[in-house]
């Protein structure tokens, strides 16, 4: 991989493990060190690993090497919090969750994204269905448009997210 590869992965990832890091430190500026390191070592081994493995290997380095920082900060009693290493790992326990809720809400910012270039219109309807929630009696009433034609344009906006997202689609949360 050459820099300009490096710099996209890290654009694209950076937050990411910061904020795996920062969800078992709690330490803002610890979390970037432990970014810093990942990425130190994810240069090292760039040109052996495939593209579609990059982003577990960081969300799997990111946990450990934060679960290292935790423990030799314990043992140097360097940490200013009032969390032991046991508290540490019940917390990473609910770090799944937590990955799985960013992966979430990448997916949707993606969507979201792709839909306010391709499908401007889907894009309010969706929203408005699905994040916030309303009625498609409200929509309709809202666009001034009818409930029969707010129905078919969300039928067809799903469709179009089916498509195009294919398996994704389902690990939506609507």
């Known amino acids: 991989m050459n820099e300009d590869k490096l710099k996209k992965i890290f654009d694209?990832?950076?937050?990411?493990?910061?904020?795996?890091?920062?969800?078992?430190?709690h330490d803002y500026h610890?979390?970037?060190d432990v970014c810093q390191e990942v990425f130190l070592k994810f240069c090292?081994?760039?040109g052996t690993m495939e593209e579609p493995r990059i982003k577990p290997w960081l969300i799997?380095?990111?946990k450990n090497k934060a679960i290292d920082y935790k423990r030799a900060a314990y043992r140097k009693h360097e940490m200013q919090s009032s969390e032991t290493l046991e508290t540490c790992y019940y917390k990473v326990e609910s770090l799944e969750?937590?990955?799985?809720?960013l992966e979430y809400r990448n997916l949707r910012n993606e969507l979201f994204g792709h839909l306010k270039e391709e499908k401007p219109e889907f894009l309010n309807m969706i929203i408005a269905s699905c994040v916030d929630g309303k009625s498609g009696e409200q929509i309709a009433r809202e666009l001034g448009i009818s409930e029969e034609n707010v129905r078919t344009k969300l039928h067809r906006a799903r469709l179009w997210i089916r498509s195009h997202y294919g398996s994704k689609y389902e690990e939506l949360k609507w």
Do not use: P
């Open 97 to 101: 969750k937590h990955m799985r809720d």
């Open 44 to 46: 090292e081994k760039m």
């Open 60 to 62: 799997l380095a990111a």
């Open 12 to 25: 694209q990832y950076y937050l990411l493990v910061t904020d795996i890091a920062y969800s078992v430190l």
């Open 30 to 32: 610890a979390a970037q």
